[in-house]
């Protein structure tokens, strides 16, 4: 992961890792036997590291503000490891790979807007988190166009999931 997040995912092959840890390249072939299977076991485990950050930003959301620390971590975690962040949300086959993290979004969402319609609250945080995530890093907010506009968003969002979920009932 530190090769990725130093020079990027594009630095990242079996070689330059082997070659990194003092390993020969065909020892490392046993374990990963492509740059493919590197890339996706770098992608796991900065899943996994995402996931352990956001459940320690909540541990019980008891309303729906309180999902404001976790969507605060993952844009936190994006802008403090962008090559990673860019490398876990590039378009790969993902085998898998984030149903932990779904899970745990469709779980959080569910008691406040329901279980039938987590998923799409999920979708719906998801994508407003991306794009605000991907937004940072460029001009348009480096040139004095405030960040807090971000914030806002993200409060009307889980204010509009909140008013979705007293509609329902």
């Known amino acids: 992961m530190q090769t990725v997040e130093r020079d990027g995912p594009q630095a990242l092959t079996v070689r330059a890792l082997a070659r990194d840890l003092g ?18 076991a770098v992608i796991r485990r900065g899943l996994e590291e995402l996931l352990d950050q956001l459940k320690n930003a909540t541990p019980q959301a008891k309303a729906l503000s309180d999902l404001l620390p976790v ?34 979004t469709t779980d959080l969402l569910a008691p406040f807007v329901g279980a039938d319609r987590a998923p799409e609250a999920a979708v719906a ?9 991907s937004l940072r890093p460029l001009l348009p907010l480096k040139e004095g166009k405030p960040e807090s506009g971000l914030h806002l968003g993200l409060q009307a969002l889980i204010r509009g999931l909140g008013a979705l979920s007293e509609s329902q009932s």
């Not at 390993?23 to 890339?39: E, K």
């Open 71 to 104: 969507a605060e971590t993952y844009l936190q975690f994006a802008q403090e490891r962008p090559k990673l962040y860019a490398l876990m949300t590039s378009p790969v086959e993902d085998s898998g790979m984030s149903r932990p993290l779904w899970t745990y």
């Open 23 to 40: 390993l020969s390249q065909n020892a490392l072939y046993w374990h990963y036997p492509s740059r493919t299977a590197l890339l996706e």
């Open 125 to 133: 945080l998801w994508s407003y988190l991306h794009g605000a995530a």
